[in-house]
């Protein structure tokens, strides 16, 4: 079985990048097809797309791609649209804002498109920038969009089955495109057995700074009741909130796996005031080391937070929310044993069973068809 690749593009480290990596473990001959790649912007994580063959579009080659992908995706389509995936048995797309699901392969070919969230800025979601108050936001933005999204759903007609990454990207999925998804929740490396772990007295937080992750409230919880906070991860937010974190907030910038699990171990708990996340892989990385999670209520953390199990909801985006949220989450007493338990449920093996059950079923039904 010859399989294929394909990612929206490679300039920044995230969950979907982690679900492309175990997808290459699975497959680790498949080369990867993408728009553009960057390695000097993916940090330490570069060293894990090392020996891989990766074939880019002609988007990689336009200068100052790291600054202008966000306007040119108006050729995202088109760039998908131009690789050759003749002689695959199977092309596994990976995609969210850049229409890798577009691709075009050929009738004997399958195509799994597991999607991580449709194109939050065309459907009227939050995005990671405040991209309305411009004026190409206020003026063009609008009619850009509108052959966006007819490309979009175009390129979501493509595949032979959409896989959601959560309950919650099924429900945008069907509303978008039409179409039903299988839900495959993405893979978290869990330990492979229970070990519990002293607690130590700092909050964390793990996240690309972004307007959507909401960090500055992590940010003024702890400037307002002198809380120690970590924050893991990098982007545009992050000049002001150092200037708005007082000296008690540490920015650690991107982490390797091993100093992230080392802070996972000594966390008191996970802050993860996101909203309408799509999945949330964080809450569950937080869960595998005993740590329990204080989440904004809404999207996908709905699915990844137990509450009273493996975390605590608060309701609304505001400072009041949260403190009324700490509160009570100081009142519950975590099992460290039924947080390992809970994350178990999200594990890398997982993930690779039901994604080769699916290829399975599929390479039965189409060779019944043919």
């Given at each position: 079985m010859k399989v294929a690749l394909v990612h929206d593009f490679l300039a920044e480290w995230g969950g979907a990048e982690r679900v492309v990596v175990e997808l290459h473990h699975l497959f680790p001959k498949a080369p990867l097809y993408t728009a553009f790649y960057l390695p000097q912007k993916l940090g330490q994580q570069k060293s894990l797309f090392a020996g891989w063959q990766i074939k880019t579009s002609f988007l990689n080659k336009v200068p100052f791609i790291s600054r202008l992908y966000s306007p040119l995706r108006v050729y995202a389509l088109l760039a998908f649209e131009q690789f050759d995936f003749d002689g695959y048995d199977v092309v596994i797309s990976s995609?969210?804002?850049?229409?890798?699901?577009?691709?075009?392969?050929?009738?004997?070919t399958i195509h799994i498109s597991y999607l991580h969230s449709i194109p939050k800025y065309l459907y009227g979601y939050t995005t990671a920038r405040n991209w309305r108050q411009s004026f190409v936001g206020k003026v063009i933005a609008p009619y850009l969009n509108h052959k966006l999204r007819l490309n979009d759903y175009l390129a979501a007609q493509r595949p032979d089955v959409l896989v959601a990454n959560s309950e919650e990207t099924r429900r945008r999925i069907l509303k978008a495109y039409h179409r039903q998804a299988e839900v495959i929740y993405p893979p978290v490396n869990i330990p492979p057995q229970f070990r519990p772990y002293p607690k130590k007295d700092y909050l964390l937080v793990v996240s690309r700074l972004v307007?959507?992750?909401?960090?500055?409230?992590?940010?003024?919880?702890?400037?307002?009741?002198?809380?120690?906070?970590?924050?893991?991860?990098q982007g545009p937010e992050e000049k002001r909130l150092r200037q708005l974190a007082g000296p008690n907030v540490e920015f650690l910038g991107l982490v390797d796996d091993q100093a992230l699990h080392h802070l996972y171990q000594g966390a008191?708990?996970?802050?993860?005031?996101?909203?309408?996340?799509?999945?949330?892989?964080?809450?569950?990385?937080?869960?595998?080391?005993?740590?329990?999670?204080?989440?904004?209520?809404?999207?996908?953390?709905?699915?990844?937070v137990k509450e009273g199990v493996s975390g605590i909801f608060f309701d609304d985006l505001t400072l009041d929310s949260l403190l009324s949220g700490w509160k009570k989450f100081q009142k519950v007493k975590f099992s460290q044993r039924q947080l390992y338990d809970w994350a178990s449920r999200f594990s890398t093996s997982v993930f690779d069973q039901r994604i080769k059950h699916l290829i399975t079923k599929l390479m039965g039904e189409k060779k019944n068809k043919i």
């Amino acid at each position: 079985m010859k399989v294929a690749l394909v990612h929206d593009f490679l300039a920044e480290w995230g969950g979907a990048e982690r679900v492309v990596v175990e997808l290459h473990h699975l497959f680790p001959k498949a080369p990867l097809y993408t728009a553009f790649y960057l390695p000097q912007k993916l940090g330490q994580q570069k060293s894990l797309f090392a020996g891989w063959q990766i074939k880019t579009s002609f988007l990689n080659k336009v200068p100052f791609i790291s600054r202008l992908y966000s306007p040119l995706r108006v050729y995202a389509l088109l760039a998908f649209e131009q690789f050759d995936f003749d002689g695959y048995d199977v092309v596994i797309s990976s995609s969210n804002m850049y229409m890798a699901k577009g691709i075009i392969v050929r009738p004997e070919t399958i195509h799994i498109s597991y999607l991580h969230s449709i194109p939050k800025y065309l459907y009227g979601y939050t995005t990671a920038r405040n991209w309305r108050q411009s004026f190409v936001g206020k003026v063009i933005a609008p009619y850009l969009n509108h052959k966006l999204r007819l490309n979009d759903y175009l390129a979501a007609q493509r595949p032979d089955v959409l896989v959601a990454n959560s309950e919650e990207t099924r429900r945008r999925i069907l509303k978008a495109y039409h179409r039903q998804a299988e839900v495959i929740y993405p893979p978290v490396n869990i330990p492979p057995q229970f070990r519990p772990y002293p607690k130590k007295d700092y909050l964390l937080v793990v996240s690309r700074l972004v307007l959507a992750k909401h960090i500055d409230l992590a940010v003024r919880l702890a400037n307002k009741l002198n809380l120690h906070l970590k924050i893991v991860g990098q982007g545009p937010e992050e000049k002001r909130l150092r200037q708005l974190a007082g000296p008690n907030v540490e920015f650690l910038g991107l982490v390797d796996d091993q100093a992230l699990h080392h802070l996972y171990q000594g966390a008191k708990a996970l802050i993860f005031p996101a909203e309408d996340e799509d999945f949330g892989i964080v809450p569950i990385e937080a869960a595998a080391y005993g740590t329990p999670v204080l989440a904004h209520r809404s999207g996908g953390s709905l699915e990844t937070v137990k509450e009273g199990v493996s975390g605590i909801f608060f309701d609304d985006l505001t400072l009041d929310s949260l403190l009324s949220g700490w509160k009570k989450f100081q009142k519950v007493k975590f099992s460290q044993r039924q947080l390992y338990d809970w994350a178990s449920r999200f594990s890398t093996s997982v993930f690779d069973q039901r994604i080769k059950h699916l290829i399975t079923k599929l390479m039965g039904e189409k060779k019944n068809k043919i």
